[in-house]
């Protein structure tokens, strides 16, 4: 398809579980971000890649976060030992440079993870 | 810190009625500021941005402007539509080596014909 693509769009998993979200960004966008957004708050920033490094992960909440994007492409984002605070809808972007130069990101519609 | 705050919603009209959905901002140094929209179902979309102040950024018959002595970007639109019901996040970008966006909590807007 055309837009950012993630998956799966749910995820129910069980406290201390290890859980993987991927997406894949539009063809050609050389930046991808990874959002996290709880229940009746806006999206908050967890890492961006520029290519296949990690520019910025700043945001990821503690070190059971890991994300990769081994070819500059697809990314995966890696939770262990999840706990029930994790449960959120976490979001996938793309753009084609950076958002600071355009700020238009391109948004998948994200990974609804539930953690029990 | 930077942040961004917007109204709480939800914000109930009937069409055609006027709109307006408040943010406003605090941020070191001159940010970029972005309204980014969200339609049942969908991914969340760039509705319009501002560089710089007095910017005025428009789309969709939405309307905001840079207002840095306020620093607020309010969102307008002077006759709404059903179609306009969707969540609308107000958002910040800092000039410099940060490239990450930081969104206020959102605003739900219903329309009801």
């Known amino acids: 398809g055309a837009g950012v693509s993630q998956t799966p769009s749910n995820k129910v998993t069980e406290k201390g579980k290890y859980v993987e979200l991927r997406c894949d960004p539009i063809?050609?966008?050389?930046?991808l971000y990874w959002y996290r957004q709880s229940l009746g708050q806006g999206p908050e920033f967890l890492i961006y890649?520029?290519?296949?490094?990690?520019?910025?992960d700043s945001g990821l909440p503690n070190d059971r976060f890991f994300a990769v994007r081994p070819e500059g492409s697809v990314s995966t984002l890696k939770i262990q030992r999840t706990e029930r605070g994790d449960s959120a809808v976490y979001l996938c972007?793309?753009?084609?440079?950076?958002?600071?130069?355009?700020?238009?990101?391109?948004f998948g519609e994200g990974s609804r993870l539930t953690v029990l | 810190g930077n942040s961004v705050t917007q109204m709480e919603g939800p914000v109930t009209l009937s069409e055609e009625a006027f709109l307006t959905i408040n943010c406003t901002y605090t941020?070191?140094?001159?940010?970029?500021l972005f309204w980014y929209v969200q339609y049942p179902g969908e991914g969340l979309q760039l509705l319009l941005k501002?560089?710089?102040?007095?910017d005025k950024g428009s789309n969709k018959g939405f309307e905001a402007t840079y207002r840095k002595e306020t620093t607020s970007f309010h969102l307008e639109k002077g006759s709404v539509q059903v179609s306009d019901s969707a969540v609308y996040f107000c958002?910040?970008?800092?000039?410099?080596?940060?490239?990450?966006?930081?969104f206020g909590t959102g605003t739900r807007l219903q329309v009801f014909p």
């Open positions: 972007a793309s753009s084609l440079t950076s958002a600071g130069l355009t700020g238009e990101l391109f």
């Open positions: 063809s050609g966008h050389t930046a």
């Open positions: 890649f520029q290519g296949t490094g990690a520019a910025d």
């Open positions: 941020a070191t140094g001159y940010p970029s």
């Open positions: 501002a560089t710089k102040a007095d």
């Open positions: 958002a910040l970008n800092l000039p410099g080596n940060t490239d990450k966006l930081i």
